[in-house]
């Protein structure tokens, strides 16, 4: 297990303290959430930094590191759909699209073919902690930011699927 993958496990292990402090009774707990939530999504860029530039890229990074990112984002839009800070409908258009592309990666590599994040999905990523970060904190226009990131996600998945499309011929 490389640097990388062990940044993105990390990540993974900070996913439940988050959740625990959101739901806790702590007096600044959506500020502590808040930073630990930024840090994990540093380590995301951090992970990726090193895996290209010391050449760590792997097969089992390109799937973790993307899963990693999903679980993170994800499991705090719920808590703010729980606490109706952002609306149910934003949150199921992206868990949607993960389901998808998740879907979409399993019947690539039953194919051989191994799909890295593309950039725009890099792109999606970022808006989402972004749009996070805006709700958590409920920053002045944090729906239209959470906006956007559906947006995003929406598009990226259309050129996913888009860009894979000869994996679902028939040979």
Excluded at 27 to 39: D, G, L, V
Excluded at 74 to 84: D, E, G, M
Aim: zero cysteines; aromatic letters at 12%.
């Amino acid at each position: 297990m490389n640097l990388p993958n062990k940044l993105s496990f990390f990540r993974l292990l900070l996913i439940p303290i988050i959740l625990l402090i959101l739901y806790s009774n702590l007096e600044y707990r959506i500020y502590i959430a808040t930073i630990i939530f930024i840090i994990a999504s540093v380590t995301d860029a951090i992970d990726g930094y090193i895996a290209r530039s010391r050449n760590l890229i792997t097969d089992f990074g390109k799937f973790i590191d993307p899963l990693v990112d999903k679980i993170l984002v994800i499991s705090v839009f719920v808590y703010l759909v729980s606490t109706q800070t952002i609306p149910g409908w934003m949150v199921i258009i992206i868990i949607f699209r993960e389901f998808v592309i998740s879907g979409f990666r399993i019947v690539a590599a039953s194919k051989g073919v191994v799909v890295a994040a593309s950039n725009l999905a890099k792109l999606k990523t970022q808006s989402q902690i972004l749009a996070v970060i805006f709700a958590l904190l409920e920053l002045p226009y944090y729906l239209i930011v959470m906006l956007i990131a559906v947006i995003l996600t929406i598009i990226s998945g259309a050129q996913y699927i888009y860009n894979g499309r000869d994996l679902f011929k028939e040979e």
